[in-house]
């Protein structure tokens, strides 16, 4: 019988081999696109300074869609990297772009840190607290559906990021650009993640997602960190409504695109580097959480927990086997799962460091201003550990997330159903109430914001600065 089932752990080790394989190397030809499409910009534009022929071409190759852009940051609570985030949003390359922040509610001290931030700058986001969170969604879709209410009808185009990014100054143009091809419903980037110490959880949530961009990019996993769509495909995918009674912004966006023959776009070196400090338990419901999103709202969940199943059982089954095995002496089968195991494992360290060049070629490549230092942290025996750490806790992620009912975020309890749908049951926030629009206006008029219209078209003027233009709304 222990032969039977090691013989079978082999060859399920074996395929699981073969696919991670095939799925690096796919995710590599995608990463080795965007370089080639680089080189041929650049020599598109050197033939260009040369040429009138060259010019022609090199507007070809890269059509100048530079729209009207609303870019709408929502925060709740503090970031570790907040600043670094908004430096690279006030630093972009774009010519005529407006910067919406959402926070939670008044009492969230990190209106304090906005506030500071553009205290002396002389260009201004727009800064509106979350008025009435809806019980059917996230609060994050709450504050993204009032932040679509709020931008003006000339924004053509309205991206997002999460404040733990860092945009280098090319961010914008890079996510907008594709949306020139009418078929193109959505854009969308990548994190990559970048511990700053040697904690066991950021070292479980750097291995985890060098993985999940791998899947990300195969299965058209869309990422709401870096996502760009036309404020008219907003409309016509019926996305407000959507969100209205969703987890995610991101993952549900799949198949409404669909429905509308629209596809999304994934830019191959728009990789964003994330980072933070994050203990083991919760780089763990961090995982689970990411899971539970494709559960809820992505068609491929299937696939994605057929992998963390057949990972969990190489992972976990394997060495209990081989340890059985040891004790009643069957050990040339024992040896034959050793074998695959190990190869397994040898594998999965060079996959990984393949997709860790991929994403390094392409943020290095970006030429940021501002990257985070290089921690000097990494060594080969935290990547290790953090391998097999992350080898077990996956699939048991994976299972939470099949059963899970109710989940915790950032301080507030929802409830979600099997069909995706979901409700706000417990926020625990010290301000949690719902506040009147005079009280709102009265308070951030005090931190020395001056609050945006609902309508979105109050003060809403273009500035001449080249490289930002945010109006002032202080």
């Given amino acids: 019988m222990l032969s039977l089932l090691a013989f079978l752990l082999a060859l399920l080790t074996l395929c699981l081999i073969a696919m991670q394989v095939i799925y690096v190397f796919g995710y590599q030809a995608f990463m080795n696109s965007a370089h080639v499409a680089n080189n041929l910009q650049d020599k598109h534009a050197r033939l260009g300074s040369e040429s009138a022929l060259g ?3 090199a507007s070809a190759q890269v059509p100048d869609f530079r729209p009207p852009t609303a870019i709408v940051l929502c925060l709740k609570g503090q970031e570790e990297n907040l600043v670094e985030c908004l430096t690279g949003l006030i630093c972009q390359e774009y010519t005529d772009y407006q910067l919406f922040i959402i926070v939670d509610s008044q009492g969230d001290p990190v209106l304090e840190t906005v506030a500071s931030f553009f205290a002396d700058r002389k260009s201004k986001p727009i800064v509106q607290t979350l008025r009435s969170p809806l019980k059917t969604c996230s609060l994050k879709c709450s504050a993204i559906i009032q932040a679509i209410g709020s931008v003006a009808s000339r924004y053509e185009v309205i991206a997002f990021i999460d404040a733990d990014t860092i945009p280098d100054q090319f961010w914008l143009s890079d996510l907008v650009t594709p949306l020139a091809d009418p078929s193109v419903g959505a854009t969308t980037g990548n994190r990559w993640y970048a511990p700053q110490n040697n904690s066991p959880g950021a070292w479980m949530r750097k291995i985890w997602n060098a993985a999940a961009v791998v899947q990300m990019q195969r299965y058209q996993v869309p990422w709401g960190g870096s996502l760009a769509l036309r404020t008219e495909t907003i409309k016509r995918c019926g996305l407000v409504e959507l969100w209205q009674k969703t987890f995610c912004e991101d993952t549900a966006l799949i198949e409404p695109l669909k429905k509308h023959k629209l596809t999304l776009h994934r830019v191959p070196d728009l990789v964003l580097e994330c980072s933070g400090s994050i203990s083991l338990s919760g780089a763990f419901e961090w995982i689970t959480r990411q899971l539970l999103t494709v559960r809820l709202h992505h068609p491929k969940w299937s696939w994605v927990a057929a992998h963390a199943l057949a990972s969990g059982l190489v992972a976990i089954a394997s060495p209990v086997v081989i340890i ?8 040339r089968s024992m040896w034959t799962l050793i074998q695959a195991y190990l190869a397994w494992q040898v594998i ?8 860790e060049k991929s994403n390094s070629k392409a943020l290095d490549g970006r030429e940021s201003f501002n990257r985070l230092p290089n921690s ?3 060594n080969v025996p935290m990547q290790f550990c953090g ?3 992350t080898q077990w806790m996956y699939p048991l992620a994976a299972w939470e997330a099949c059963f899970l009912d109710q989940v915790w975020w950032r301080g507030v ?4 159903d099997a069909n995706g749908t979901v409700e706000l049951i417990e926020k625990t926030d010290a ?10 206006s009265q308070e951030l008029l ?3 914001f001056r609050p945006h219209g609902v309508d979105g078209d109050e003060d809403d003027r273009r500035t001449e600065n080249p490289r930002i233009d945010v109006s002032s709304h202080f």
């Fill in 324 to 331: 059985l095995m040891l004790i009643f002496g069957e050990f």
């Fill in 446 to 448: 005090a931190l020395g």
């Fill in 387 to 389: 391998t097999l750490l």
């Fill in 55 to 57: 010019s022609e071409v």
């Fill in 431 to 440: 301000v949690a109430g719902l506040r009147s629009e005079s009280k709102d």
């Fill in 413 to 416: 309890s929802y409830k979600v």
């Fill in 376 to 378: 000097g942290y990494f």
């Fill in 348 to 355: 999965n360290s060079w996959l990984l460091w393949l997709i």
